[in-house]
């Protein structure tokens, strides 16, 4: 049986103004806009100053990346950093929404640190006042104050993070708190859950692999059942090609929470491992419950990996009940991987009929120039190709 998934990406419709879209989705845009160069690539494009698994961690946007982070990937695929900066601030502001509280009286529902095993009443309580300076006060005068507090006290990792995430993008571009971040990352006691997932990211950042896993395995001790950590380090050990341990961690988050989003990383490694048949079954399960895009793909992936291609078509034109053009191109890239030319060609010229300029058109000329190519038609082949590189649809 031949593999046939790894050709298949996430959908990301194109369309909507860049505000309007969550920073992973323009992300993912903007990667697939800038012709999805390998997360090496991207990764050699910073200068060394980011490793190729932070690039793919950030891509796939599983959680909140520095602003360090998505500067340097967006500058590297040749996007707007300003553009990116506004995302990004909204992105952070909205977790800090999550953690901050929403009014005194929501009693029960308030989002002050809790304390725990590994914090110090001092810890907490800094954390704490600072959330209530930002909210009285504004965010500079927070961070004002948990400045002056980490001075004149022992690393507090959780202290460190909410500084960073009360912090202007100029601060954080600064360099201003990587000596904190770096003390933080050599404590051996995060103060929760949160502050250890925090802390793996920082490591991945810095390519810190081993700390990375200290820091997730220590976040699954106190919260074994958290998905989120389950999935990370699903992915940690899908990035090191421990495929074995990688299935075990990404089943036990989908079996937790059937998140659309786990998805492509537990099927990516099912498939490795020879049961495309169970990724697929996962995939059908989750996508009863959500109908969510990336379910779709998901399931898609897994049945080409099966050699399903007719039951792969049929879950993307159900899903698509209208098929859209990015949808069309999408079957198109099917049906060319099964070798059905005739039906592939059929498709990607309803494409340009539903849609002649963007990106989507770019990529249903690619995919007639190939059919074009692989027919031997090397003048046709020429002119959809020209079209493309030249900007010139009328040499079609």
Same mark, same amino acid.
């Given at each position: 049986?031949?593999?046939?998934?790894?050709?298949?990406?996430?959908?990301?419709?194109?369309?909507?103004?860049?505000?309007?879209?969550?920073?992973?989705?323009?992300?993912?845009?903007?990667?697939?806009?800038?012709?999805?160069?390998?997360?090496?690539?991207?990764?050699?494009?910073?200068?060394?100053?980011?490793?190729h698994?932070?690039?793919?961690?950030?891509?796939?946007?599983?959680?909140?990346?520095?602003?360090?982070?998505?500067?340097?990937?967006?500058?590297?695929?040749?996007?707007?950093?300003?553009?990116?900066?506004?995302l990004?601030?909204?992105?952070r502001?909205?977790?800090?929404?999550?953690?901050?509280?929403?009014?005194?009286?929501?009693r029960?529902?308030?989002?002050?640190?809790?304390?725990? +095993?590994?914090?110090?009443?001092?810890?907490?309580?800094?954390?704490?006042?600072?959330?209530?300076?930002?909210?009285?006060?504004?965010?500079?005068?927070?961070?004002?104050?948990?400045?002056?507090?980490?001075?004149?006290?022992?690393?507090s990792?959780?202290?460190?993070?909410?500084?960073?995430?009360?912090?202007?993008?100029?601060?954080?571009?600064?360099?201003?708190?990587?000596?904190?971040?770096?003390?933080?990352?050599?404590?051996?006691?995060?103060?929760? $859950?949160?502050?250890?997932?925090?802390?793996?990211?920082?490591?991945?950042?810095?390519?810190?692999?081993?700390?990375?896993?200290?820091?997730?395995?220590?976040?699954?001790?106190?919260?074994?059942?958290?998905?989120?950590?389950?999935?990370?380090?699903?992915?940690?050990?899908?990035?090191?090609?421990?495929?074995?341990?990688?299935?075990?961690?990404?089943?036990?988050?989908?079996?937790? +929470?059937?998140?659309?989003?786990?998805?492509?990383?537990?099927?990516?490694?099912?498939?490795?491992?020879?049961?495309?048949?169970?990724?697929?079954k996962?995939?059908?399960?989750?996508?009863?419950?959500?109908?969510?895009?990336?379910?779709?793909?998901?399931?898609?992936?897994?049945?080409?990996?099966?050699?399903?291609?007719?039951?792969a078509?049929?879950?993307l034109?159900?899903?698509?009940?209208?098929?859209?053009p990015?949808?069309?191109?999408?079957?198109?890239?099917?049906?060319?991987?099964?070798?059905?030319?005739?039906?592939?060609?059929? $498709?990607?010229?309803?494409?340009?009929?539903?849609?002649?300029?963007?990106?989507?058109?770019?990529?249903?000329?690619?995919?007639?120039?190939?059919?074009?190519?692989?027919?031997?038609?090397?003048?046709?082949?020429?002119?959809?190709?020209?079209?493309?590189?030249?900007?010139?649809?009328?040499?079609?």
């Amino acid at each position: 049986m031949t593999v046939a998934y790894s050709f298949f990406h996430f959908r990301t419709r194109p369309g909507g103004r860049l505000h309007q879209v969550s920073l992973a989705a323009a992300l993912q845009r903007l990667h697939r806009l800038s012709g999805e160069p390998s997360t090496r690539e991207v990764a050699r494009r910073t200068h060394g100053a980011l490793s190729h698994t932070t690039v793919s961690q950030t891509l796939r946007g599983n959680q909140l990346a520095s602003w360090r982070s998505i500067e340097l990937i967006v500058s590297a695929l040749g996007g707007s950093v300003e553009e990116f900066r506004e995302l990004w601030v909204a992105a952070r502001d909205k977790q800090e929404a999550r953690e901050m509280p929403k009014s005194s009286s929501s009693r029960g529902h308030s989002k002050f640190a809790k304390p725990g +095993k590994n914090s110090t009443p001092h810890s907490v309580s800094a954390v704490n006042r600072a959330r209530l300076i930002a909210r009285a006060e504004g965010k500079p005068k927070a961070v004002s104050f948990l400045e002056k507090w980490q001075s004149e006290h022992e690393i507090s990792p959780a202290a460190v993070r909410e500084m960073t995430l009360l912090a202007s993008p100029e601060a954080l571009k600064s360099g201003r708190y990587e000596k904190l971040i770096d003390a933080a990352i050599s404590s051996d006691y995060p103060e929760s $859950t949160r502050v250890a997932m925090w802390l793996s990211h920082e490591c991945d950042t810095r390519g810190n692999k081993d700390r990375e896993l200290f820091f997730l395995m220590a976040a699954l001790r106190m919260d074994p059942n958290n998905s989120s950590v389950l999935y990370a380090l699903g992915v940690h050990y899908d990035e090191a090609l421990d495929l074995e341990k990688a299935a075990f961690f990404l089943r036990r988050a989908v079996e937790i +929470k059937p998140d659309p989003h786990y998805l492509y990383n537990t099927v990516h490694v099912l498939c490795m491992l020879g049961l495309p048949r169970e990724a697929a079954k996962m995939c059908q399960t989750v996508y009863s419950h959500s109908r969510h895009d990336d379910a779709a793909d998901a399931w898609v992936i897994a049945l080409m990996a099966m050699g399903e291609v007719d039951d792969a078509l049929r879950v993307l034109r159900e899903h698509s009940a209208t098929p859209d053009p990015y949808a069309l191109t999408q079957i198109g890239e099917i049906l060319c991987e099964a070798g059905r030319l005739d039906e592939a060609r059929s $498709t990607y010229m309803e494409a340009l009929s539903a849609d002649a300029s963007g990106y989507t058109a770019h990529t249903a000329r690619a995919g007639l120039a190939y059919i074009s190519l692989t027919e031997g038609k090397t003048e046709e082949a020429t002119r959809w190709l020209s079209a493309v590189l030249d900007g010139n649809p009328k040499a079609e």
